[in-house]
């Protein structure tokens, strides 16, 4: 094949391409489709997802069917809600894993992002952004006790594997322990503290010197630090999920939490809470933290820390901590981490939290929300084993995979949006927006108990 034809085959796929481009930013420029837009979205999206991204999520998405000729595709929100590209409205108690505690599209967050944009995307590297420093202050101003310095982060995995990093830093040790039922995130720092096999097994070897304890136990938690300081192989670190939330929104039993800050107090280790899905007012409180009255050394915190429209994450840290970071700022970095949209979300994100008191909802509503969802299960024994949680942070578990599958889907078909936790399948997960009103938690419940009459037990 000779050059110029090459030349002239890469110019006509280039056109194709452009053409094709252009046919997809008209398409988003677009405040309405109609039914042919749509129907080409549609199946733009599954023959993409087949071929190009992994046609795994078609088999396991409860919304494509077995022949591939419908499926919802997500294509706008706003609220409590989202729209597929037909129209069709959901009420969304997934929350993107727990991302939209302000709400689908908060017009203020919005806002400090766009404006933002107006001016600077992105930061040079090199001098210093302004809007870092400001998010660093204020979340000095509202972490619990005495964290005080922040890095920021894109997502909660990088958040944790911050954590990790600084706390090897901070005392050269180099044994951590996690949990069972824990979820910390697939990079290899934090899968290694991540519990599952399923996601560990196919990586291993994992980053050495992790041990898992059952969530709950102190006594083992006590025996594990005792045989760690005894072989000569003294914890760095303890991390732990508040209230575990892939786990299957599994609460921590009284004093628990209180007892591991001891534990670490007494063998010299740090605490790591991994607030990623419990922080941002998410459990009736702006940290879950505050709940227990313990405060951890250092804090991981995303999801819901964008607002539900940039991607964003952070650490904090007591500067005792922090310190070992000071001689050598470069020692951990991130191009993306803490650039000015992201910064701007998160800023907006906490004003509205704060300014509509979005944690004491979140208390409130919760616990209007997790007794009538009892209500509506009695007589359904046999399908659901417990419902608990604490704020708007609910979990559904059922005695079978098989019946929480049956009722997410019976659910989504009447325009509501559950899914099941990462770690415990048998348990769905109620993570709505902290703004959804009373009226859309009714109709919730009301379709649940409608769903829990015709699916088998």
């Known amino acids: 094949m000779s050059i110029d034809y090459k030349q002239e085959l890469k110019s006509k796929q280039n056109e194709q391409v452009s053409e094709y481009i252009n046919k997809v930013l008209e398409l988003i420029e677009k405040e309405e489709i109609n039914e042919q837009e749509a129907a080409w979205i549609t199946k733009e999206t599954i023959d993409g997802f087949r071929e190009h991204v992994n046609p795994g999520f078609?088999?396991?998405?409860?919304?494509?069917?077995?022949?591939?000729?419908f499926a919802a595709v997500e294509w706008s929100d706003n609220g409590s809600c989202f729209k597929d590209v037909n129209g069709k409205e959901y009420i969304d108690c997934l929350g993107g894993f727990g991302i939209y505690n302000v709400g689908h599209r908060n017009p203020k967050v919005l806002k400090a992002v766009t404006d933002q944009l107006k001016r600077q995307a992105l930061h040079s590297q090199d001098l210093l952004?302004?809007?870092?420093?400001?998010?660093?202050k204020i979340l000095a101003d509202i972490t619990p006790g005495d964290l005080k310095y922040a890095f920021f982060t894109n997502s909660g995995t990088e958040s944790v594997e911050a954590a990790l990093k600084l706390?090897?830093?901070?005392?050269?040790?180099?044994t951590f322990i996690s949990t069972t039922r824990a979820f910390h995130g697939k990079s290899l720092g934090s899968l290694s503290g991540t519990a599952k096999g399923m996601f560990r097994k196919p990586f291993l070897p994992l980053i050495p010197g992790f041990r898992h304890v059952p969530f709950g136990d102190i006594d083992m938690m006590r025996k594990t630090f005792e045989v760690c300081a005894s072989v000569g192989e003294d914890v760095a670190?303890?991390?732990?999920e508040p209230i575990q939330g892939e786990g299957g929104i599994i609460l921590p039993p009284e004093n628990?939490?209180?007892?591991?800050?001891?534990?670490?107090?007494?063998?010299?280790a740090l605490l790591i809470f991994d607030e990623v899905q419990t922080g941002m007012g998410r459990t009736g409180k702006m940290f879950a933290a505050e709940l227990y009255d313990v405060v951890p050394d250092i804090i991981c915190l995303?999801?819901?820390?964008?607002?539900g429209v940039m991607p964003a994450g952070a650490i904090v840290a007591r500067e005792e901590v922090f310190k070992s970071w000071f001689p050598n700022p470069f020692m951990h970095t991130t191009t993306f981490g803490g650039n000015p949209l992201a910064c701007a979300a998160a800023i907006a994100t906490i004003g509205v939290l704060i300014e509509e008191k979005l944690p004491e909802r979140a208390a409130e509503v919760g616990e209007y929300f997790l007794k009538e969802l009892i209500q509506a299960a009695k007589g359904h024994e046999d399908k659901v084993q417990e419902i608990r949680g604490q704020g708007l942070m609910i979990?559904?578990?059922?005695?079978?995979d098989e019946i929480g599958y049956e009722v997410s889907k019976g659910m989504f078909d009447r325009g509501i949006l559950v899914a099941g936790t990462l770690i415990n399948s048998k348990t769905i997960r109620i993570e709505p927006a902290l703004t959804i009103s009373y009226e859309e938690v009714d109709r919730v419940v009301r379709n649940f108990k409608e769903v829990l009459e015709y699916v088998k037990g």
Do not use: N, W
């Not at 670190?237 to 732990?240: F, G, M, R």
């Open 395 to 400: 979990g559904i578990e059922f005695h079978q």
């Open 58 to 69: 078609l088999a396991y998405r409860k919304t494509v069917t077995k022949d591939g000729q």
């Open 167 to 174: 706390a090897k830093m901070y005392s050269e040790r180099t």
């Open 302 to 307: 995303a999801k819901a820390f964008g607002g």
């Open 237 to 240: 670190a303890v991390i732990l």
């Open 129 to 136: 952004d302004p809007l870092r420093a400001m998010l660093a």
């Open 256 to 268: 628990y939490l209180k007892q591991v800050r001891e534990l670490c107090d007494q063998y010299g």
